[in-house]
């Protein structure tokens, strides 16, 4: 089955440790990105990649990191430098957008990870 | 920039009660637009989508009209359902990015 995959589920960190999250997808798409989602709050975007080797901050980047080394994977390291990053990370996948001017982007999430600092 | 807007929650209605969940979107170029569910504890998943204009997105009863006149994306359902509790997301894509809406809670009673 296609799809995405994160891990862990749960995650805890003690202050002033740097931890990274999983995310792994087999739909052969070339665009990833993460998302950081606090209770009921909307979605943040943190980094987004859409093509190997490269990467792009989004809304929220400080205190995060990438890399995209294949196009499977895009793991986000969440280091000490993140002030609260007690939340729910989201990693999505979706083909590159279309002609110009005209976008489909449409994305498929993971099932998520939470990140708790004790 | 782009953006969304989208009714504030939370919407509480008893189960076979009509849903409405309005929202309106603010973009250059000619985005494709998109409904989104989040169930407790998980991540999203796509419900309905509409890539231009007058589309009608449809699935598992739901229904959304792509409306570029009054830049619009209402999401509807005739009867719901307790297993239709969730927070609905209303989203457009934007370039290489997409634009989601802080989301609708819908908790539904029997």
């Known amino acids: 089955d296609g799809g995405i995959t994160q891990s862990p589920k749960y995650l805890f960190r003690k202050e002033g440790q740097n931890v990274t999250l999983s995310c792994e997808q087999n739909l052969n798409h070339d665009a990833m990105y993460w998302y950081r989602q606090d209770p009921g709050q909307g979605l943040r975007l943190i980094y987004y990649s859409q093509i190997v080797n490269d990467f792009q901050k989004g809304d929220i980047a400080e205190g995060y990191s990438v890399s995209r080394e294949k196009k499977e994977s895009f793991p986000l390291t969440v280091t000490s430098a993140q002030k609260n990053p007690t939340a729910f990370y989201l990693c999505a996948s979706g083909p590159m957008w279309g002609l110009a001017g005209v976008s489909y982007n449409e994305q498929f999430f993971g099932p998520g990870t939470r990140l708790t600092v004790l | 920039g782009d953006s969304v807007t989208q009714m504030e929650g939370p919407v509480t209605l008893s189960e076979e009660a009509c849903l409405t969940i309005?929202?309106?979107?603010?973009?250059?170029?000619?985005?494709?637009l998109f409904w989104y569910v989040q169930y407790p504890g998980e991540g999203l998943q796509l419900l309905l989508k509409a890539t231009k204009a007058d589309d009608k997105g449809s699935n598992k009863g739901f229904e959304a009209t792509y409306r570029k006149e009054t830049t619009s994306f209402h999401l509807e359902k005739g009867s719901v359902q307790v297993s239709d509790s969730a927070v609905y997301f209303c989203a457009l894509s934007s370039y290489d990015k997409v634009i989601f809406g802080p989301g609708t809670s819908l908790s539904v009673i029997p």
């Open positions: 309005n929202c309106t979107y603010t973009a250059t170029g000619y985005p494709s």
